[in-house]
T-cell receptor
Framework: NAGVTQTPKFQVLKTGQSMTLQCAQDMNHEYMSWYRQDPGMGLRLIHYSVGAGITDQGEVPNGYNVSRSTTEDFPLRLLSAAPSQTSVYFC????????????FGPGTRLTVT | RKEVEQDPGPFNVPEGATVAFNCTYSNSASQSFFWYRQDCRKEPKLLMSVYSSGNEDGRFTAQLNRASQYISLLIRDSKLSDSATYLCVVLEPGYNKLIFGAGTRLAVHP
């Protein structure tokens, strides 16, 4: 199993550009989520999904969209990048019954200039 | 007030030392607690769960104090490989979200 994969690993965007961060898992996990991690702030939940076709907002959803058309994929779209979105983004997945055991991808380091 | 608060450290300790981290949580309805470990520039990984009765896994002991709303992690006989950031995590009541603390950094030196 590849586990949770994320692409790209690094990205530099200009203010106002849009892009999609890709996330895929091959463990048949129902639950998938996106976090951002900033120094001193810890991991903050952006959006999550409890199954295909179902998404919900987390703590910091503004400026981001998600969709869950398949169990495996959970892309995160930045609509119009802002410098405040410079961060490390982690995708994670788990079985719904064992939500506490999140499997994280390797992260995407995003810089917005 | 943050929902989960941790001392950011760093805790600098020699090999073989015993070190303890505390974490406080604000929601008294929270029921489930965990510690994750994150190595530098890597993704977080589950270290252990925290039970009301305490939980021991080798050199690691996690404890919960519900009355004071804090969780602790004790590491005995520290190894160089224990150097990492330790994240305190609370499962939100309703069970759809994990709330992460900002982490406590541990550096073990020879």
């Amino acid at each position: 199993n590849a586990g949770v994969t994320q692409t790209p690993k690094f990205q530099v965007l200009k203010t106002g550009q849009s892009m999609t961060l890709q996330c895929a898992q091959d463990m048949n996990h129902e639950y998938m989520s996106w976090y951002r991690q900033d120094p001193g702030m810890g991991l903050r939940l952006i959006h999550y999904s409890v199954g295909a076709g179902i998404t919900d907002q987390g703590e910091v959803p503004n400026g981001y969209n998600v969709s869950r058309s398949t169990t495996e994929d959970f892309p995160l779209r930045l609509l119009s990048a802002a410098p405040s979105q410079t961060s490390v983004y982690f995708c994670a997945s788990s079985y719904r019954d064992t939500l506490y055991e999140q499997y994280f991808g390797p992260g995407t380091r995003l810089t917005v200039t | 007030r943050k929902e989960v608060e941790q001392d950011p450290g760093p805790f600098n300790v020699p090999e073989g030392a015993t070190v303890a981290f505390n974490c406080t949580y604000s929601n008294s309805a929270s029921q489930s607690f965990f510690w994750y470990r994150q190595d530098c520039r890597k993704e977080p990984k589950l270290l252990m769960s925290v039970y009301s009765s305490g939980n021991e896994d080798g050199r690691f002991t996690a404890q919960l104090n519900r009355a004071s709303q804090y969780i602790s992690l004790l590491i005995r006989d520290s190894k160089l490989s224990d150097s990492a950031t330790y994240l305190c995590v609370v499962l939100e009541p309703g069970y759809n979200k994990l709330i992460f603390g900002a982490g406590t950094r541990l550096a073990v030196h020879p």
